[in-house]
């Protein structure tokens, strides 16, 4: 329950140490007279849509921020882009937890930068995400008005249930005066990207232009490396072990595969990595102990472990440069464990020599879990020399005696397919 409360607490307070970083990608900006500007905007991952943008038309000029009162549109090459526009924004609740048992229709006028999803011959597709919610619009081709496409979403009073209203009035007049053969494929939509992609593109027979269709941001990459392991254990309430005369560590070899995914292959801020590690490990524990006669007790542990980890990552890249990538990151390493048949041996030295072998004593877990911290390099996007920090997790069987393992890792993958 400790080692889950610690994972929880990094994954909460690690994002805030993530460093914003400037990401000038190709694109444009049009300004308030029609003139469209070529040069380098600003990417970044905008959860919601922005309020400004940082452009310049020179990689090697400063930037000036735009914002909507003197910009029409903007856009990155291939990747986003957006109009100034005047809108009716919904200001009804969608999450379960916070409906209302009435349909709540009010809205809001607001000028904003809309994001373009399609443009068609016949309809065009558009979206605006606040803190709120995510909202769906659509224009008519040589009509300047933009509609918002309604959705509302109530829990009836007395009711363990909810109801969805969706746009389906809407989009069924748009198929019935563009295309009527896609009308009955309306009924039941949802209100998403997709769906509403979808929809558009036979509204416009799949004629959307080209230039404002992209591909998927995603990137997968898989790699492969060896490193250096080296990890202490310490026990609690383990007779003559607690603080033993002798405690060696051995440094070993380990070997790792995985995949790294990042979200947004253009920013490569973020990176989900899933890793399988092979870690052998090796302890041994000595102590001699006099009584009050002057005999010896002496106290051996001596253990190989051999462990198949599992550790998925969350990655921040806190400087993303052309050949250079720093990072740290945390996340979870779900443990399998063989040990060999080691053995507690006890030997006390009086008249004569008594000595107890206790076989698999003490008695360690086969699935364990460890939370490690990690930071490491990227160099010309090809080799990742990375290095990690495990928090002591107990890797004993008993609720009065604990051995906690520590682990130090460092280690050099090579990715594959990198682009």
Do not use: C
């Not at 009836?156 to 019935?176: D, K």
Request: hydrophobic share 35%; charged share 20%; net charge positive.
């Amino acid at each position: 329950m400790k080692l889950l409360l610690k994972l929880s607490l990094l994954f909460i307070i690690f994002p805030y140490f993530a460093i914003a970083q400037n990401s000038f990608k190709p694109g444009y900006r049009v300004t308030l007279k029609g003139d469209t500007v070529k040069g380098f905007v600003d990417y970044q991952e905008w959860d919601n849509n922005p309020t400004s943008f940082k452009f310049k038309t020179d990689p090697n000029l400063k930037y000036q921020t735009y914002i909507i009162a003197n910009t029409s549109a903007f856009g990155i090459n291939k990747l986003e882009y957006f109009e100034k526009q005047v809108v009716s924004v919904s200001m009804n609740k969608v999450r379960l937890s916070e409906l209302t048992n009435v349909v709540d229709t009010s809205k809001i006028t607001d000028t904003v930068f809309v994001k373009v999803l399609a443009k068609g011959k016949n309809i065009s597709l558009y979206s605006y995400t606040d803190q709120l919610k995510t909202r769906y619009y659509y224009a008519e081709t040589g009509i300047n008005k933009i509609n918002e496409l309604t959705h509302y979403v109530y829990k009836p009073e007395n009711s363990n249930s909810f109801v969805e209203v969706n746009s389906t009035g809407q989009l069924n007049y748009l198929a019935m005066k563009y295309n009527p053969a896609v009308a009955a494929k309306i009924n039941g939509i949802q209100y998403t990207k997709e769906a509403m992609l979808k929809i558009t593109g036979l509204i416009n027979g799949g004629n959307e232009k080209e230039q404002f269709k992209t591909g998927s941001k995603t990137q997968v990459i898989l790699f492969a490396g060896v490193g250096a392991s080296y990890s202490t254990i310490k026990f609690i309430n383990l007779p003559a072990l607690v603080d033993p005369d002798i405690n060696k560590n051995n440094l070993l070899p380990y070997a790792s595969v995985g995949v790294d995914i990042y979200p947004n292959k253009f920013t490569q801020k973020l990176l989900f990595k899933f890793q399988v590690n092979f870690v052998p490990d090796q302890h041994e524990l000595f102590s001699a102990v006099p009584d009050y006669n002057n005999d010896i007790t002496t106290t051996g542990l001596k253990f190989k472990q051999y462990t198949f980890g599992l550790l998925p990552q969350i990655i921040y890249n806190f400087y993303r440069g052309s050949n250079l990538k720093i990072y740290a990151g945390t996340g979870a390493s779900v443990n399998l464990s063989i040990y060999d048949d080691y053995k507690y041996i006890v030997t006390r030295k009086t008249n004569f020599t008594n000595t107890t072998n206790s076989t698999k004593y003490p008695l360690f877990d086969s699935l364990w879990l460890a939370v490690p911290i990690n930071a490491g390099i990227v160099l010309n996007n090809r080799i990742d020399i990375g290095f990690y920090y495990f928090i002591p997790s107990s890797i004993t069987n008993y609720s009065g005696i604990t051995g906690d393992i520590t682990s130090y890792r460092a280690g050099i993958s090579y990715l594959f397919g990198h682009k």
